[in-house]
């Protein structure tokens, strides 16, 4: 079996077709699924919290006879329906943007719009995953970036529908960057481990200062685990260029957004998926753009 995986590593990396033919097909599968987790882990997290409600109120739910145990809902049960009709999807209709196109854009059983929201994903997804694949070759480091990639499509969607990080991915993602350090794909475990603690307490302290001077939060929590995971893939020296590329992508992206809406300058927005950017950005090219910006100061 290691040979087996041995010979299709080789392959891949003597045949570049091949390779990312590869990581675009699965990354089209892969942003079918992210689908799935956009819409359904902020569900779960409110149901989990519905649930702990319960448990602290149990002594009033006893009383409610109405009151009873939720269905089971995660990002496997229940198959996937139409929103309007409930009409269960079928596997031929859950081809990535394939079945889309096929449906025209409409339920098959009560001929609802679907949203071009989902083609649009997994489109995403595998763009990007392949612009990581032919940059970093077939190689570890490009494996996780892949895996990263997919993380940072789910968390900006969901930071866009409901202005939330979870930290069930954004935890797991600062402990797979620790772990790459120590097995040698990305930098050394010392800058993995202070750009993790630099990302994490530089917004945390932006985000107190501000709360001192205005009485109001100004970014949430996930913000800074968002930032942790890029400090531990790329260490302390990044971080800067990484949170005024995401000001300015916020800035330009976020005051076009509240013109073309029309809504006042004070309507909250996320600042999760420009940070997601900005770091994508400099983990493909973080190195050139900061020496342009050297260059361009004349260092």
Known sequence: M???FLDIVTVMQSQLWFYLLTVGLVSLCVGSFLNVVIYRLPLMMQR??????????????????????????NLVTPNSTCPKCKTAIKAW??????????LKGRCASCNNPISVRYPIIEMLTAVLSLIVAYTF???????????????????????????????????????????????????????????????????????????LITGKEGMGYGDFKLLAVFGALLGWQSLLTIILLSSVVGAIIGIALLSIQGKDKATPIPFGPYLAIAGWVTLLWGSQIQAFYFNWLGY
């Open 2 to 4: 290691h040979e087996f």
């Open 48 to 73: 989990e919290w519905q649930t702990e409600c319960r448990v602290l109120l149990a002594d009033e739910l006893k009383s409610n006879k109405s009151a009873s145990a939720p269905k089971p809902f």
């Open 93 to 102: 209709q859950n081809i990535p943007v394939i079945s889309w196109l096929l």
């Open 137 to 211: 070759g077939a190689t570890e480091q490009a494996l996780l970036y892949i895996l990263i990639t997919w993380v940072l499509v789910a968390l900006t969607f969901i930071d866009i529908d409901h202005m939330l990080l979870p930290d069930q991915l954004t935890l797991p993602l600062v402990w797979v960057a620790l772990i790459a350090a120590v097995m040698g794909i990305t930098i050394s475990p010392t800058d993995a481990i202070i750009g993790a603690a630099c990302g994490y307490l530089s917004l945390w302290s932006v985000f107190w200062l501000f709360k």
